[in-house]
Each structure stands twice: as structure tokens, then as C-alpha cells.
């Protein structure tokens, strides 16, 4: 599911930087909203609470906290969580969260 899902996000998102720090405008926008509804949408039936809210890191060299956190994209209420999948998988292909694993396996050695 993760490569269909990362597939998809590369066609119907062929800009999207997974390094690049999300622009929460662009997204919130009239025609960013409608891509992303249009997106989510395919996975109505296929994902278990796709449309569930769900934190999202602006970026990918940051933790969760107050200012480097959005709440998913208004597009219809409750917020989709297939944003965060489809951005975290690019993510991680991209191994831009590898720090997060590195990290927690020195932690785990302490």
C-alpha cells in the first residue's frame, strides 16, 4: 500500500518536495484543497480512517512541537490522515527520517 500510495502522491503531486518545508497556505488554498480532497478521495474504501485528523511536521529535520506542528488541511471536516501518510511515506523513501531511528537507538543505549 505504502509504494501505491507514494505512486500516486508523485503523480498527482509531481512538485512535492518531501525535503521542503510544507507551505501550509499553498495547501489550505482553494485549489490545494481540491487536489488533496481529489487524492484522498481514492482511498475512501481502501484505508481505515483516511479522513481522521492528524499532526503533521512542517518539516522533516524537526520533532513535533507547538511551531514546527500543522493539524492536517481543512478539506472536509474531520481533516484527512492521508496527508500525513502520503507525506511521511515520501519521507521516509527519501530517508529523510532516518535521524528519528538514529536517534532513538542512542537514546535506547543509555
Request: hydrophobic residues 35%; glycine residues 4%; aromatic residues 14%.
Amino acid at each position: 500500500m505504502d509504494d501505491e500510495i507514494y505512486e500516486h502522491l508523485k503523480a498527482e503531486f509531481p512538485e512535492f518536495d518531501p525535503a521542503a518545508t510544507i507551505n501550509e497556505e499553498e495547501m489550505k488554498s482553494k485549489s490545494g484543497k481540491e487536489r488533496w480532497r481529489k487524492f484522498m478521495m481514492a482511498y475512501e474504501k481502501k484505508v481505515d480512517d483516511y479522513n481522521f485528523g492528524t499532526m503533521l511536521r512542517i518539516s522533516p529535520d524537526v520533532e513535533y512541537e507547538q511551531d514546527t506542528t500543522i493539524f492536517g488541511i481543512a478539506i472536509t471536516p474531520p481533516f484527512p490522515r492521508m496527508q500525513f501518510y502520503a507525506i511521511e511515506i515520501a519521507r521516509n523513501k527519501a530517508g529523510l527520517n532516518d535521524w528519528i531511528y538514529e536517534k532513538a537507538q542512542k537514546e535506547g543505549k543509555k
